[in-house]
C-alpha cells in the first residue's frame, strides 16, 4: 500500500464527517420565527439599517453621471434607465433586513431583543438615538481637551522632577562670599 492509498482511504471517512458535522451546525444555528421577529422589531427600534439606504441612490447617481459623461446625448435615456433599474432593485433592500436579523438573533436571544426593543421604543431610547451623537462628539471634545492637560501636566510634572534630581546629582558649588 503506497502513501497516496493510504491518504484516500482516510479522506473518504473524514469527508463525510464533515458533511455531517455541516449539517448538524446548521441545524444547531437555525432561529425560530419569534426570534427573527424580536431582531426585526430591535433592528427597526434602533435604526440598525438606516445608514445604508442610500446606498442604492448614490449608486445610481454615480451610474448616471459616469454613463452621461460618456455619452451625454443619450442623457433623458440614461436618467430614466438607470431609474427604472434602480427602483426595480429597491426590492432587494429586504434581503439586508433579514441578514441584519439574522446577525443580531445569532447575537442576542430573542428576550434581550424584545428588551432592546422596549428600550429603545420608548421616550429615554429614542431620545439616546436623537441626541446621542451631539452628545457623544461633546464628550469626544471633553476627552480631547482632558487629554490635552493630562498630558501638559504629566511633561510639566516630569520636567520638574528631572530638574530637582538633576540639581541634587550636581555636586554642591561653594557658597559666594557675602560682601
Same mark, same amino acid.
Given at each position: 500500500?503506497?502513501?497516496?492509498?493510504? &491518504?484516500?482511504?482516510?479522506?473518504?471517512?473524514?469527508?463525510?464527517?464533515? !458533511?455531517?458535522?455541516?449539517?448538524?451546525?446548521?441545524?444547531?444555528?437555525?432561529?425560530?420565527? @419569534?426570534?427573527? #421577529?424580536?431582531?426585526?422589531?430591535?433592528?427597526?427600534?434602533?435604526?440598525? %439599517? $438606516?445608514? &445604508?439606504?442610500?446606498?442604492?441612490?448614490?449608486?445610481?447617481?454615480?451610474?448616471?453621471? $459616469?454613463?452621461?459623461?460618456? +455619452?451625454?446625448? /443619450?442623457?433623458? !435615456?440614461? %436618467?430614466?434607465? !438607470? +431609474?427604472?433599474?434602480?427602483?426595480?432593485?429597491?426590492?432587494?433592500?429586504?434581503?439586508?433586513? %433579514?441578514?441584519? #436579523?439574522?446577525?443580531?438573533?445569532?447575537? &442576542?436571544?430573542?428576550?434581550?431583543?424584545?428588551?432592546? @426593543?422596549? &428600550?429603545?421604543?420608548?421616550?429615554?431610547?429614542?431620545? /439616546?438615538? @436623537?441626541?446621542?451623537?451631539?452628545?457623544?462628539?461633546?464628550?469626544?471634545?471633553?476627552?480631547?481637551?482632558? =487629554?490635552?492637560?493630562?498630558?501638559? +501636566?504629566?511633561?510639566?510634572? !516630569?520636567? $520638574?522632577?528631572?530638574?530637582? =534630581?538633576?540639581?541634587?546629582?550636581?555636586?554642591? =558649588?561653594?557658597?559666594?562670599? =557675602?560682601?
Amino acid at each position: 500500500m503506497t502513501q497516496a492509498t493510504g &491518504f484516500r482511504r482516510l479522506i473518504a471517512p473524514f469527508a463525510a464527517l464533515a !458533511v455531517i458535522a455541516g449539517i448538524h451546525a446548521a441545524q444547531a444555528q437555525e432561529i425560530s420565527e @419569534s426570534h427573527l #421577529a424580536a431582531a426585526r422589531q430591535a433592528i427597526a427600534a434602533i435604526d440598525a %439599517t $438606516e445608514q &445604508f439606504d442610500a446606498i442604492l441612490p448614490r449608486a445610481a447617481q454615480a451610474l448616471k453621471a $459616469e454613463l452621461i459623461q460618456k +455619452d451625454p446625448n /443619450l442623457e433623458a !435615456v440614461i %436618467t430614466q434607465t !438607470v +431609474d427604472e433599474k434602480a427602483l426595480a432593485l429597491a426590492a432587494r433592500r429586504a434581503d439586508l433586513e %433579514t441578514e441584519a #436579523a439574522r446577525a443580531y438573533a445569532k447575537s &442576542f436571544s430573542e428576550e434581550e431583543l424584545k428588551a432592546i @426593543s422596549a &428600550f429603545y421604543d420608548s421616550p429615554a431610547g429614542k431620545k /439616546l438615538i @436623537s441626541e446621542g451623537p451631539i452628545v457623544t462628539r461633546e464628550v469626544l471634545k471633553a476627552a480631547n481637551i482632558w =487629554q490635552n492637560g493630562i498630558a501638559r +501636566d504629566l511633561a510639566q510634572s !516630569v520636567g $520638574e522632577a528631572i530638574a530637582q =534630581q538633576d540639581g541634587a546629582a550636581q555636586p554642591a =558649588q561653594p557658597a559666594q562670599p =557675602q560682601q
